[in-house]
């Protein structure tokens, strides 16, 4: 029984906790938040923000079947998603700021504090917005929606775009994608990239340049990809960079446990929080709790062995965060692109 003088169930709903709730009552409030907010009500109506409840009811409904999958075990051969409260508390904030630091015993697992200052990040939501024109998302009040390549793929490539308007990948989560400073590698683009749905199978060598963005913010994002190889020169140097992915998780929304695919994928992971930080992030049997301007690097073990999520956070903001993926070497073999980088020294991020 209910202690009297615990917080009644009305109350932890209306404030986002949602642990109460059984599989069918989540179903039943999702439908019931989204009929709301797909009406006249405002999004923070009776001072509860619909939004961040209707996308937090949308992802728990969807994860029921994991839940059940651990009462009731199938024959499916991948690994089974970490309970969060069993995690490794990992507090990267107690870690030296700017420095590289691995986890010690998630192999391949590395961290930088405060990699990005707040000036830096700034830059970053302001050049976003100028490529999306103000966030404009494709198919969305007459915003023209980029198409598949057409197949077979031309050996011409178009050419690359000055902006690009949101893609949904999936409710409440939106990717822009961004070739590297070096141009993406042709046949990466014509291959395997071609496929892949985030970005809804379309020509890499269309999409905007990192080399042609000519602000504070497109600087910031050249550094970002420039901080691994000199941050992590073990994990790191002679990487190419593959892609860098722009990605905005609306509030309440989260990232599902998963492993990126083997090639398109990229072969060693960073991803910098750029704003809405204060989310959590598993990795494997580690949890995190990231801030904007930290960045979180997957290689190795890390990347290949074990899963991944972000969960949604609790600060009720909007986040914004840049992937940048990049290529193998001579240990792990990776056709594209062929180009090899420098060994460079490590060192705090400059």
């Excluded at 992971?269 to 580690?286: C, E």
Aim: proline share 7%.
């Amino acid at each position: 029984m209910e202690n009297s003088s615990a917080e009644p169930i009305g109350v932890r709903f209306l404030r986002g906790d949602l642990s109460h709730l059984s599989p069918q009552s989540i179903g039943f409030a999702r439908r019931l938040v989204a009929s709301f907010t797909s009406r006249v009500v405002p999004p923070t109506a009776f001072g509860v923000d619909l939004v961040y409840l209707k996308n937090r009811l949308f992802y728990l409904s969807r994860s029921q079947g994991a839940f059940l999958g651990e009462e009731f075990p199938s024959s499916d051969s991948r690994p089974p998603v970490y309970p969060f409260d069993q995690c490794d508390r990992w507090d990267i904030q107690a870690l030296p700021q700017r420095c590289a630091s691995q986890h010690s015993q998630q192999r391949g697992l590395w961290v930088i504090p405060g990699a990005l200052d707040a000036k830096a990040c700034s830059a970053v939501v302001a050049t976003v917005a100028t490529l999306t024109k103000h966030d404009e998302v494709q198919g969305v009040d007459g915003v023209a929606v980029v198409p598949p390549a057409k197949r077979p793929i031309s050996l011409a490539a178009p050419a690359a775009a000055t902006t690009w308007a949101w893609h949904e990948y999936g409710p409440a989560r939106w990717m822009v994608p961004l070739q590297p400073s070096a141009g993406v590698c042709s046949a990466f683009a014509r291959g395997p990239l071609s496929t892949l749905s985030s970005h809804s199978c379309t020509d890499a060598r269309g999409w905007p340049e990192l080399s042609a963005l000519a602000s504070v913010g497109g600087d910031a994002l050249r550094g970002l990809e420039a901080i691994p190889a000199k941050a992590m020169p073990g994990a790191f140097a002679e990487r190419p960079a593959l892609f860098l992915q722009v990605q905005r998780l609306q509030r309440g929304a989260s990232i599902g446990a998963h492993v990126d695919q083997h090639d398109v994928g990229g072969r060693a992971i960073v991803t910098a929080v750029v704003a809405g930080g204060g989310g959590d992030v598993r990795v494997g049997g580690v949890s995190f709790a990231v801030r904007a301007g930290d960045v979180y690097a997957l290689v190795g073990e890390a990347r290949d062995a074990v899963d991944h999520e972000v969960y949604a956070s609790a600060e009720r903001d909007d986040r914004l965060s840049v992937t940048v993926r990049f290529g193998g070497r001579g240990e792990d073999v990776f056709a594209y692109p062929a180009v090899q980088r420098s060994t460079s020294s490590s060192g705090p991020v400059a």
